[in-house]
Nanobody
Framework: QVEVVEFGGGLVQAGGSLRLSCAAS????????MGWFRQTPGKEREIVAS????????YYGDSVKGRFTISRDNAKNTVYLQMNSLKLEDTAVYYC?????????????????????WGQGTQVTVSS
């Protein structure tokens, strides 16, 4: 059993920056891929970024490439999402998720169906 908790959402002006954190607890026998997804009302959940258990590999959604950076500190079981140059369309509920099924430490998935534990989500609102 893994518990995933997000921190750091809030209100920020367009062009600004925000950092989200995600703490995973409960299963410490190995590291596992983590992902950030986001969702707005009426739309499907989309991938923002993901990072492999080793931290070597990462994946970014097209809409955030060059603006967002995902990283992790395995000693703290924490994953970060640094969001820069925020746009109005980045407004969403951001979810952190853990993939405890995959055994490949250098792989991080881009589909929500690859993740089996999810946080409650944190609201990010970008204002003009």
């Amino acid at each position: 059993q893994v518990e995933v908790v997000e921190f750091g959402g809030g209100l920020v002006q367009a062009g600004g920056s925000l950092r989200l954190s995600c703490a995973a607890s409960g299963r410490t026998d190995r590291t596992y891929a983590m992902g950030w997804f986001r969702q707005t009302p009426g739309k499907e959940r989309e991938i923002v970024a993901s990072i492999s258990g080793s931290g070597i590999s990462s994946y970014y959604g097209d809409s955030v490439k060059g603006r967002f950076t995902i990283s992790r500190d395995n000693a703290k079981n924490t994953v970060y999402l640094q969001m820069n140059s925020l746009k109005l369309e980045d407004t969403a509920v951001y979810y952190c998720a853990a993939d405890t099924v995959s055994v490949f430490v250098d792989y991080s998935g881009s589909s929500e169906y690859e993740y089996d534990y999810w946080g409650q989500g944190t609201q990010v609102t970008v204002s003009s």
